[in-house]
């Protein structure tokens, strides 16, 4: 095996740009899609119970074959693997608008949430890299351009269907444009390679302790931030009696403050460190619940949505960068603690709804204030293990090599 070469800040600071270039084009899928959503389920004849379990597939077909990605890494390098896997996500952009019913869709969603979750394991893995190598943080700032491209995704989405231009059409020509731009920006990105006598990971391994208890942190960050985005309109609506307006505000709100944080949360994180920046916002998170739950008008559940949001909008990406720094195999563990995320957002819209139904939506961001609060106590788990860290970076002297 060569030794690792030396990385020039140029490239340093070239390959930052470039994984953020990823986040945003993988981002950009995710909001050319959501737009769409009302044209597909007219064009596959579903009602909203069919479109409900259409939709979950997406998260299934993730969290099945996420575990998959650290091998894929493991046979063709991090840059190729990554390369191939975006452009499968970027291409399956096409899929859910062809399907013509229920079975189809489902099918169709599965493929595109798989594509989802592996290039989302990949493109962290790398992120969390960069971060390792540059000495500082930012893991925050690329999970806010994954915003970035959302809310550019979803704006383009908005104008074709405002336009009435055909889902079908509309997907294909973003799915195109998505994969050229993905496929240059992953031109720049670190290119990690293990050791030709390095052992394959298996196809699907546990992830290691650490990472499970990071991952129960990002739980909790996902489930109240999959919560307030899908509820926080309804609660406006049916606990407050607002109008369509303010409820749809609330959402935009949340939306546009995760995305703000996100953006700005590195420097924070740099400056205070990772323990006590989720803790802070752990507080502030806990604090929006109890303004939600407790003063039951309308701009105090708005105030209070928003600090749920600044409050969980760095925690999965310090989640994921804390399982990156937790053992030599940092793909493993980001795809158990990517598994146990994305089964939060999985579960929990259906499970506020189910709370809802037996008590009250109150009673449900009451559980949501809880897990917030968790955020608190759990945020240690997040910390830099230096011996672990010095395990990990000689880890990496002996199994990876990087090709500028």
Same mark, same amino acid.
């Given at each position: ?14 390959? +930052?740009? %470039? ?15 959501? $737009? ?14 069919? &479109? ?5 597939? /997406?998260?299934?077909? #993730? %969290? ?10 493991? +046979?063709?390098? #991090?840059?190729?693997? &990554?390369?191939?896997? &975006? ?27 798989? $594509? %989802? ?81 390095? /052992? ?44 369509? *307006? ?13 995305? #703000?944080?996100? &953006? ?21 998170? $806990? ?57 939060? *957002?999985?579960?929990? /819209?259906?499970?506020?709804? %189910? ?18 609060? $968790? ?9 830099? +293990? ?19």
């Amino acid at each position: 095996m060569t030794a690792e070469p030396a990385l020039t800040p140029r490239r340093l600071r070239r390959a +930052r740009f %470039a994984i953020a270039a990823v986040f945003c084009t993988h981002g950009a899928v995710t909001g050319s899609f959501a $737009t769409r959503i009302p044209w597909i389920q007219e064009h596959a004849g579903l009602d909203a119970g069919s &479109l409900g379990l259409a939709l979950a597939c /997406p998260a299934v077909g #993730a %969290a099945l074959t996420m575990p998959l990605a650290g091998r894929i890494n493991h +046979r063709f390098g #991090a840059r190729t693997a &990554l390369r191939g896997l &975006l452009a499968l996500w970027t291409l399956s952009l096409v899929l859910p608008s062809l399907a013509p019913n229920l079975v189809a869709l489902c099918a169709a969603l599965f493929v595109y949430g798989a $594509t %989802a979750g592996m290039s989302d394991v990949a493109m962290n893995a790398l992120g969390v890299e960069t971060e390792n190598r540059m000495g500082r943080s930012i893991m925050s700032s690329l999970h806010g351009m994954w915003s970035v491209g959302a809310l550019v995704g979803s704006a383009a989405g908005t104008l074709a269907a405002q336009a009435g231009a055909d889902a079908r059409l509309h997907h294909l020509l973003a799915a195109l444009a998505l994969t050229a731009v993905g496929l240059v920006a992953v031109g720049g990105v670190l290119d990690l390679r293990s050791a030709d006598d390095a /052992p394959a990971p298996p196809h699907f391994a546990r992830p290691p302790r650490a990472a499970l208890l990071i991952g129960l942190v990002g739980f909790a960050a996902v489930f109240a931030e999959g919560a307030s985005l899908d509820w926080s309109g309804v609660y406006l609506r049916d606990v407050l009696g607002t109008g369509a *307006g303010a409820a749809a505000a609330s959402t935009t709100a949340f939306a546009l403050t995760m995305a #703000a944080a996100r &953006l700005v949360g590195d420097r924070v994180v740099d400056r205070f460190g990772a323990v006590r920046t989720v803790r802070a916002g752990g507080v502030l998170a $806990t604090a929006g619940g109890l303004l939600v739950v407790l003063w039951q008008q309308p701009v105090a559940a708005l105030v209070g949505f928003g600090l749920i949001g600044l409050g969980v909008a760095v925690v999965v990406p310090l989640a994921f960068a804390a399982a990156g720094r937790s053992g030599p195999a940092p793909a493993q563990a980001i795809a158990g603690v990517a598994t146990i995320t994305y089964t939060s *957002g999985l579960i929990a /819209p259906s499970a506020i709804g %189910a709370v809802a139904d037996a008590t009250s939506l109150v009673v449900s961001f009451g559980l949501v204030t809880l897990l917030a609060a $968790t955020l608190i106590v759990g945020a240690s788990v997040l910390g830099p +293990r230096r011996a672990g860290a010095a395990a990990t970076a000689a880890d990496r002297d002996e199994t990876a090599a990087v090709r500028p």
